[in-house]
C-alpha cells in the first residue's frame, strides 16, 4: 500500500536574496553647532543671539492674568465664581459689571446667546470697557469682559425666549 504523507505537496523556496546597489555617499559638512568654538575670559551680560532665532525679550512688562479652569457661575461643575477670582472690592466689581451690561445692551442683540453675537461688535464693547477701566488690560485675552456677557446673555436671551 502506498505511504500517504502527512502534506500532499512539497514546500519549496527559492533562495531569498536580493542584490542593490547604492550610490558613493558624499561627505557632510559637520554642523555648525559642533565646531570647536573658543569662549572670552569675559561675561557677556546679553546673550547672544543666533540667526534665525527670535531675540530674548527684555519687556518688563508684568504677564497677563490668565482665566481660571472650568466656566463661570458653574460651582457644581468645576467652575468658578468671578467676583471671589477677581478679588475686586464689591463697588469696583459692580461699577464694572454695570458698565459692561450697559455696552452689552448698546452694542449687541441681549435676545441672542453668546455664540451668536456678531465679533466686530463684542470687539467693540471689549474695546470700550478697557478704555474706561484699563485695569481690565491686565487680563489675558478679555476674559473678565468676556465672562460678564456671557453670563448676561445667557440669562436674558432665556428670559427672551
Known amino acids: 500500500m502506498p505511504r500517504i504523507s502527512h502534506w500532499p505537496y512539497k514546500h519549496h523556496f527559492g533562495p531569498l536574496t536580493m542584490h542593490c546597489e547604492f550610490p558613493p555617499e558624499r561627505a557632510?559638512?559637520?554642523?555648525?553647532?559642533?565646531?570647536?568654538?573658543v569662549f572670552s575670559r569675559a561675561v557677556d551680560l546679553i546673550p547672544p543671539t543666533m540667526p534665525g532665532l527670535p531675540a530674548p525679550l527684555t519687556s518688563s512688562a508684568p504677564p497677563k492674568i490668565l482665566k481660571p479652569r472650568g466656566e463661570v457661575s458653574r460651582l457644581n461643575r468645576g467652575g468658578y465664581n468671578l467676583q471671589?477670582?477677581?478679588?475686586?472690592?464689591?463697588?469696583e466689581?459692580?461699577?464694572i459689571r454695570s458698565f459692561v451690561i450697559h455696552l452689552a445692551r448698546?452694542?449687541?442683540n441681549v435676545q441672542r446667546s453668546w455664540k451668536a453675537q456678531l465679533t466686530p461688535k463684542l470687539k467693540k464693547v471689549f474695546s470700550e470697557a478697557k478704555s474706561r477701566y484699563p485695569v481690565l488690560?491686565?487680563?489675558?485675552?478679555?476674559?473678565?469682559?468676556?465672562?460678564?456677557?456671557?453670563?448676561?446673555?445667557?440669562?436674558?436671551?432665556?428670559?427672551?425666549?
Do not use: C, M
Open 28 to 37: 557632510l559638512d559637520p554642523p555648525i553647532l559642533t565646531q570647536h568654538k
Open 84 to 91: 471671589e477670582k477677581l478679588g475686586w472690592s464689591l463697588s
Open 93 to 95: 466689581y459692580e461699577d
Open 106 to 108: 448698546e452694542h449687541l
Open 137 to 161: 488690560d491686565d487680563y489675558k485675552d478679555d476674559w473678565v469682559v468676556s465672562d460678564f456677557l456671557r453670563v448676561y446673555l445667557k440669562n436674558s436671551s432665556t428670559r427672551a425666549n
